[in-house]
């Protein structure tokens, strides 16, 4: 009896497990994943190289993709760091790329008040839907900036010397896509 149980117990629990992990894979797919991924249309990348991001030890590839899939067009900024075992790439979107410039200016209005209270550590940001991840952390009385252009992995984060360097960056990003809009 209890062995024509299990049977169907572990049919039953095996189709709920994937099923949860093909939701969660739907889930974790990027804007431009699921922009790119569109079946039975024809889909065009067109990019647009733009000047290097300047970090504190290296400086990373920038450009502007625009995707036409089908009727739809959409605009991404990319930074790629190129790393000891692989690339990492922040896809970001045009309207991320909007929301961020908007938490740059907050955030960039509470670090010197975050220095002065002299914490052990600190640390404030923004997250993209993404994972796209642009702020700073306090420690020995200094702020240091930096972006995580993936949400998982090692070796995607990137810092930055002054806030003012993201902040040009990406204000030129959105005005050379707001250009290529017209």
Do not use: H
């Not at 569109?38 to 502007?64: H, R």
């Not at 900024?77 to 896809?91: H, L, N, R």
């Not at 008040?113 to 994972?131: C, H, Q, R």
């Amino acid at each position: 009896m209890i062995k024509q149980l299990l049977i169907p117990i572990t049919f039953v629990s095996m189709l709920a497990t994937s099923q949860a992990q093909e939701t969660k894979k739907e889930a974790e797919k990027t804007k431009m994943d699921l922009f790119v991924s569109k079946t039975g249309t024809i889909t065009k990348l067109v990019e647009t190289k733009l000047p290097k991001l300047k970090t504190t030890y290296n400086s990373c590839e920038t450009k502007i993709r625009k995707i036409i899939s089908g009727s739809a067009i959409g605009y991404f900024y990319q930074i790629e760091k190129q790393g000891q075992y692989g690339d990492k790439v922040a896809s970001i979107e045009y309207s991320d790329l909007i929301e961020i410039l908007k938490a740059l200016t907050a955030l960039k209005d509470q670090v010197d008040n975050d220095i002065a209270s002299n914490p052990d550590y600190l640390e404030n940001k923004f997250i993209t839907v993404d994972g796209f991840q642009v702020g700073y952390f306090v420690s020995k009385g200094k702020a240091t900036w930096y972006i995580k252009l993936e949400q998982y992995g090692s070796d995607a984060t990137l810092f930055i010397d002054q806030s003012e360097t993201i902040e040009t960056a990406f204000a030129n990003a959105k005005s050379k896509m707001d250009e290529l809009k017209k």
